[in-house]
């Protein structure tokens, strides 16, 4: 059974930074490209960045480029979000989400609130 935990969410200042993690279990972590996604309030799911299976790529949104790194540790099996310089407009819940060859597993999500 494929499991994805996120963590490391909460309410966070203007400026400041958290870090996500979403832990993988039930599969072959290494074969899965990962990616992060985020529902704001009241607005559609949207991509947020992606790394390939190796971690040797990695794509973001233009809204979070230059301040959001996407990195993974395939011994842990985990991907990770590092959030710098956050705003208000991150505020949303953020997804995990695993794909291999069209097939996607997400997790549940991680509550951010940026306050101004």
């Known amino acids: 059974q494929v499991q994805l935990v996120e963590s490391g969410g909460g309410l966070v200042q203007t400026g400041g930074s958290l870090r996500l993690s979403c832990a993988a279990s039930g599969l072959t972590f290494s074969k899965y490209a990962m990616a992060w996604f985020r529902r704001p309030p009241g607005k559609a799911r949207e991509f947020v960045a992606s790394?390939?299976?190796?971690?040797?790529?990695?794509t973001y949104a233009n809204s979070v480029k230059g301040r959001f790194t996407i990195s993974r540790d395939n011994t842990k099996n985990t991907v990770y979000l590092q959030m710098n310089s956050l705003k208000p407009e991150d505020t949303a819940v953020y997804y995990c989400?695993?794909?291999?060859?069209?097939?996607?597993?997400w997790g549940k999500g991680t509550l951010v609130t940026v306050s101004s």
């Open positions: 989400r695993a794909s291999y060859y069209g097939i996607n597993y």
């Open positions: 790394i390939t299976r190796s971690g040797d790529m990695t």
